[in-house]
């Protein structure tokens, strides 16, 4: 038993020599945003959407060169070798350029959502990862001070076994108890190592790495319910994304609808001419328009529009749905602020309760009218209100760090 017990308090007595620092949740935060590599593919589709916005450019202007031959008429001077040198522009349909411009910037606001979404989601699952890793550090050290209790516990039933005041009944219950306690704290230690394994891989730290987090008292905000909520609607990314595929889908039907209109090329250079036969040459100046207008439409500019009309309906119609899934939201997590709070009350004045139990059960033991199981009981008790104590505190500052995600409200750098 003894090596047991050696074996549980070995990594406690390498920590207390090696302290870990703690890891804060804004530094988690900061940590995830510089290595998630969530984060940085979000990133780089902002910067996909900032290349198409540079493309979104009138027609480069080009340098074109062509060579031909033909025939002059009989007795003339033969074959006459023709070259066109100059430069071309081609100017697409009025309106349609700024229609592309518009639907690009478009995709820029989307994909800046899409980051924010990304983001969000991280945060979101730092937040719980970080609190469930609290709360499992504070079970660990409440099963470690009930380890050592119950050691005491059974020396001193052991001890009182010798001197004849109780019999082998009461060392062994209270064996069974340190055992008990023992094996909590080996399934504690197991929940702290599997937490930190779930925070350092979202935040990109090697999931072996050492991390030690610390629970602080939340501040949770004292807005009123409209004003939460308005804040919730503005923040919300997912709701950027709609608002700004609306507009996408706006452009895209300018654009489309643009296309009916004539499009212009214009070129200006030089043509020579010379006889193959004589070698004599002619150069001048050439220049050239050309428009084109679409005489008949098969279906493809007023698909487009039709396409582009009926995106746009879908994304308002998704976006009425998503403030409907805000305000959803925005409930079950002042609700869950709500019930952490008032779960934490409840665990305090039952740890308040155990408190005073288990000060009677040693006071009746050290008197002699209570045994040793009667007090390993009253501990376990005390022992367990704690647990829940720091369970509910966990879950209170976790339940009000997702709403500050929420409505944006930086609680969430505390």
Excluded: C, W
Aim: no cysteine; glycine share 8%.
């Amino acid at each position: 038993m003894l090596s047991l017990v050696a074996l549980l308090y070995a990594g406690l007595t390498h920590a207390q020599a090696t302290p870990i620092p703690v890891l804060t949740l804004s530094q988690a935060l900061a940590e995830a945003d510089a290595r998630n590599p969530e984060i940085a593919a979000a990133q780089q589709s902002y910067a996909v959407a900032q290349g198409r916005l540079q493309q979104a450019a009138a027609q480069p202007l080009a340098f074109q060169s062509t060579a031909g031959s033909s025939t002059d008429a009989p007795a003339g001077l033969g074959t006459l070798q023709t070259e066109n040198t100059g430069l071309s522009q081609q100017l697409t349909p009025p309106g349609s350029l700024s229609a592309l411009r518009r639907q690009a910037r478009a995709g820029v606001e989307i994909a800046a959502a899409g980051f924010r979404v990304s983001r969000r989601d991280i945060q979101r699952r730092i937040i719980t990862a970080y609190y469930s890793l609290a709360g499992a550090q504070a079970i660990a050290r409440v099963a470690q001070e009930s380890v050592q209790s119950s050691l005491e516990f059974r020396a001193s039933a052991a001890k009182r076994q010798r001197a004849g005041a109780v019999g082998d009944f009461d060392v062994l219950r209270a064996t069974v108890a340190l055992r008990r306690a023992q094996t909590d704290l080996m399934r504690a230690q197991a929940n702290v190592r599997s937490g930190r394994i779930t925070l350092n891989t979202i935040i990109g730290r090697p999931a072996d790495s050492e991390t030690r987090v610390e629970l602080q008292a939340p501040q949770s905000s004292t807005s009123a319910a409209d004003e939460l909520l308005r804040r919730a609607l503005s923040a919300d990314p997912q709701l950027a994304q709609l608002r700004a595929s609306i507009a996408q889908a706006a452009a895209q039907e300018r654009f489309a609808r643009a296309q009916r209109g004539p499009s212009v090329s214009f070129g200006a250079g030089f043509q020579t001419i010379r006889a193959a036969t004589s070698g004599l040459t002619t150069a001048r100046p050439s220049l050239s328009a050309t428009i084109s207008v679409p005489f008949i439409d098969y279906g493809t500019i007023r698909g487009a529009v039709n396409e582009a009309r009926a995106a746009g309906n879908v994304a308002q119609l998704q976006a009425q749905g998503r403030k409907l899934q805000v305000r959803s939201d925005l409930a079950q997590a002042v609700a869950a602020v709500e019930s952490s709070r008032a779960r934490l009350a409840f665990a305090q004045d039952t740890l308040g309760q155990a408190r005073a139990g288990l000060r009677i059960a040693q006071y009746g033991y050290r008197q002699g009218a209570l045994g040793t199981l009667d007090v390993v009981s009253a501990r376990n008790e005390e022992v367990a209100a704690r647990g829940d104590v720091d369970q509910a505190a966990a879950e209170l500052a976790s339940a009000v760090a997702l709403l500050g995600v929420l409505t944006d409200s930086g609680d969430t750098a505390k």
